[in-house]
């Protein structure tokens, strides 16, 4: 398993199944499957697919630990970076299918709807986590900047959750099951936080 | 204006729902069903007089109409319906008139069917999420049926019900909603020869997943006002509650009127996507039907009262 996790071959691996979701929605598209609304079909598809990366990358840490798998961190910025991916074709196909880019219509949505309000943010916070993916910026940010502002992810899955609840009419099933990973994901982390803050408090370094 | 050409005519042009219908009956066949004798899926309703309240606006195909409904006692998602109502069981049937009438009675389909001579309307839809569809009803006006049930003068109202059986519908549970489905309309909205009792579409009876066998349709007010799979029709003294205002009285009102001007919480009501077109049109006031209802809410403040 660990030396599977290493090999060379995973990450394209890996990242070829990160875009069978894209590729599938196109080859539908192809097909004329998106039935009788396909650009509403396309705007779930892609907002399914922006919140279940997020959730995934999430998953690395607490996963990593618990399985012992140390190596799984290779993967996470290229999760996370796919998150992004499917959260911008999500915003575009809302500013264009839906807004036509018109910049009245788009404010007054983000403004007056909430759920837009809560997409929004969710977005808003995921650009500067994937314009700082970088090593160069890990080390011109620091390791403790650096994760620091990379918290910024708890905030865009929340803001997710709150997105997706807030537009169902009234059948609330996913967003709870979506509010519940996430809820299990952040609680895995918290016995290893206090280890981890009880060391630096020791230790004192940077 | 609204002469169109006949019927047979426009059909033929949709030819993929015949290609869809015998499809479906060759699933049904094979999988062994047993449908009820005289109501398989496409049994034909004969007769149909023309109405001069049909739009000569392109119809929507069979298959959109028939794939994405929103029918949540069969699930939320818009594909469920078809895919869950197969079974549903319409035969026997029972819709009851009750009330504040003299003439209080209880029908089956097919003498609910004979009340009145059937018209085919081909009426725009429009969604609450905004989306719309260009639908070829077959019925006739609910009037005839409230007439034969003679309201009485405390008669205000009419309250609608819809089947609800947890059984036959086992996600209605699911749905996020109080079931049964209700809905509700003034006396006088009732009346109004537009608003229409609904056996079938496109020449056929009603499939299933469209509101078998027997539903509203209201073509000035949002889809969901238009209940499905009726079994009661009360006339009341007072307002009835409605299952979507119920649910969220902030977002859903009793009148649900088509109005572009007053905004829904999420879902801008200015335009709307006709299910099959890319750019969206603007949302007529009352769906484009206002010359014949408007003069029903004179006086009346349609922001407050949505
Ligand atoms: C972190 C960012 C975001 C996530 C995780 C996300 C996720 C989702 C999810 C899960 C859905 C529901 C899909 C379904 O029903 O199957 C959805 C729908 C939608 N999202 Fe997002 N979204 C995000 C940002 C945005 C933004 C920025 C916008 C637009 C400004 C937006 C607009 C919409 C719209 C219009 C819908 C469809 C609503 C409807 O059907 O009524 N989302 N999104």
């Not at chain 1, 264009?96 to 788009?106: C, I, R, S, T």
């Not at chain 1, 390791?143 to 803001?159: C, P, T």
């Not at chain 2, 609910?142 to 059984?167: C, G, H, I, M, N």
Request: hydrophobic share 40%.
């Amino acid at each position: 398993m660990a030396s599977l996790l290493r090999s060379r071959w995973l990450k394209p691996v890996v990242f070829l199944l990160c875009l069978l979701p894209l590729g599938l929605l196109i080859l539908r598209g192809f097909q004329g499957e998106l039935g009788a609304n396909p650009i509403e079909y396309i705007t779930h598809a892609t907002g399914d697919w922006t919140m279940r990366f997020l959730l995934i990358t999430l998953s690395i840490t607490p996963v990593r630990r618990i399985a012992k798998q140390p190596d799984l961190i290779r993967f996470r910025r290229m999760l996370g970076l796919f998150s992004f991916f499917y959260g911008c074709l999500h915003l575009m196909t809302w500013m264009w299918l839906d807004k036509f880019f018109d910049p009245g219509e788009m404010w007054a949505d983000v403004v007056k709807r909430r759920f837009i309000t809560a997409g929004m943010v969710g977005f808003v916070a995921m650009i500067p986590l994937a314009f700082t993916s970088t090593r160069g910026w890990i080390r011109r940010l620091g390791g403790r900047n650096w994760q620091r502002l990379h918290r910024l992810i708890y905030v865009s899955a929340a803001a997710g959750v709150v997105h997706y609840y807030w537009l169902v009419k009234s059948d609330i099933r996913l967003p709870a099951l979506y509010a519940g990973i996430l809820a299990i994901l952040l609680l895995l982390r918290a016995p290893f936080a206090r280890r981890q803050a009880a060391v630096r408090a020791g230790t004192a370094s940077g | 204006m609204l002469i169109r050409k006949a019927p047979e005519i426009r059909y033929s042009e949709v030819t993929p729902k015949q290609v869809y219908l015998n499809r479906r009956r060759f699933l049904a066949g094979a999988a062994g069903l047993a449908l009820a004798k005289g109501e398989a899926a496409g049994a034909k309703l004969e007769n149909l007089r023309k109405s001069e309240f049909s739009t000569n606006e392109p119809m929507t195909p069979y298959k959109d109409v028939t794939t994405y409904n929103n029918f949540y006692e069969f699930g939320t998602g818009k594909a469920d319906p078809a895919r869950n109502a197969t079974k549903f069981q319409t035969e026997p049937w029972q819709l009851k008139v009750e009330g504040h009438c003299n003439n209080p009675k209880t029908y089956d389909t097919d003498s609910l069917r004979r009340l009145a001579p059937l018209e085919e309307r081909i009426y725009r839809m429009r969604c609450v999420e905004g989306w719309s569809m260009v639908i070829p009803w077959i019925g006739y006006p609910l009037a005839a049926l409230l007439k034969q049930a003679e309201p009485t003068d405390k008669a205000k109202y009419v309250a609608f019900e819809s089947y609800y059986e947890s059984r036959q519908m086992p996600r209605g549970r699911y749905a996020g909603i109080d079931l049964p489905y209700r809905e509700g309309l003034r006396l006088d909205e009732a009346m109004h020869p537009l608003t229409l009792l609904c056996f079938g579409l496109y020449g056929d009876v009603l499939p299933n997943q469209n509101g078998a066998p027997v539903r509203l349709v209201v073509p000035w007010k949002y889809g969901f006002k238009s209940i499905k799979s009726l079994v009661k029709i009360r006339l009341a003294d007072k307002q009835p509650s409605t299952t979507w205002s119920i649910s969220n009285p902030r977002e859903y009102g009793f009148y649900s009127n088509v109005n572009p001007q007053v905004d829904h919480p999420r879902w801008s009501q200015a335009s709307e996507r006709r299910i099959g077109e890319f750019f969206k049109r603007k949302t007529l006031m009352f769906n484009g039907y206002g010359e014949h209802v408007a003069p029903l809410y004179d006086g009346l403040d349609l922001k407050k009262n949505y």
